[in-house]
């Protein structure tokens, strides 16, 4: 079983619609993170949480919001879904200690039409 | 601010070509430097890692090192094989508390037989 769990891997929906994607993780870290993956643009970060208590904006926020429901889990959720939130997400831990190596989840496709 | 810039891809080498991949750093700290692996339909994972200068990173048979003077972080492989088709990131991370890893945009390898 994968240690960094997302739920669901594909997702189609419409505009406008509220879409949750959900983390869950059996390695015991602390840390967990919210990248969204598009070509040519690499990896970005949408939010950061370094315990259940803190939460933290990346780079791209905006339309987006997270919650930090235990140590385990780390949803991200769309409140209105629009077409350039079209994109692979990647949900990713990593330990308080350390040089900050992430561990990632396989991605969750979401789709926006 | 802080960022990552990686040579535009895709690279497209023969087996046994002997691989380099550009990736150069702004930061105002010292960072950790890393290289991620994506293969196609999986998440990120780490394949090599660096943690202060002239440190050398490796792992199977990639290597790369940690040049403050340049602030590079050059992947290379002497021998590539079809299975190393794949996205490589270049990341970093400053090390001082409450920083998320910062990815460059990726590059493309795709080796033929």
Same mark, same amino acid.
């Given at each position: 079983d ?47 949480s ?17 919650s ?13 879904a ?32 | 601010?802080?960022s ?10 023969s087996? *046994? #070509? ?5 990736? /150069? ?6 960072? !950790? ?16 890692k ?12 990639? *290597? #790369? ?5 340049? /602030? ?6 002497? !021998? ?23 990815f ?10």
């Open positions: 994968a240690d960094v769990t997302q739920t669901p891997r594909n997702r189609i929906t419409k505009t406008g619609k509220r879409i949750m994607l959900e983390c869950s993780q059996t390695k015991g870290h602390d840390r967990m993170y919210w990248y969204r993956q598009d070509p040519g643009l690499g990896l970005r970060l949408i939010y950061y370094f315990d259940v208590k803190d939460i933290n904006k990346g780079e791209i926020s905006d339309g987006y919001s997270v930090r429901q235990a140590q385990a889990k780390f949803s991200l959720s769309l409140e209105s629009i077409p350039n939130q079209t994109a692979l997400y990647f949900c990713a831990t990593s330990r308080t200690s350390g040089t900050g190596e992430l561990f990632f989840g396989e991605g969750s496709r979401l789709t926006v039409l | 601010g802080d990552v810039t990686q040579m535009e891809g895709p690279v497209t080498l087996e *046994e #070509a002997f691989l380099t991949i550009n990736c /150069t750093y702004t930061a105002t700290g010292y960072p !950790s430097l890393f290289w991620y692996v994506q293969y196609p339909g999986e998440g990120l994972q780490l394949l090599l660096a943690t202060k200068a002239d440190d050398k990173g490796s792992n199977k048979g990639f *290597e #790369a090192t940690y040049r403050k003077e340049t /602030t590079s972080f050059h992947l290379e492989k002497g !021998s590539v094989q079809v299975s190393d088709s794949a996205v490589y990131f270049c990341a970093l991370r400053i090390n001082q508390a409450g920083t998320a890893l910062i460059g945009k990726g590059t493309t390898l795709s080796v033929s037989s």
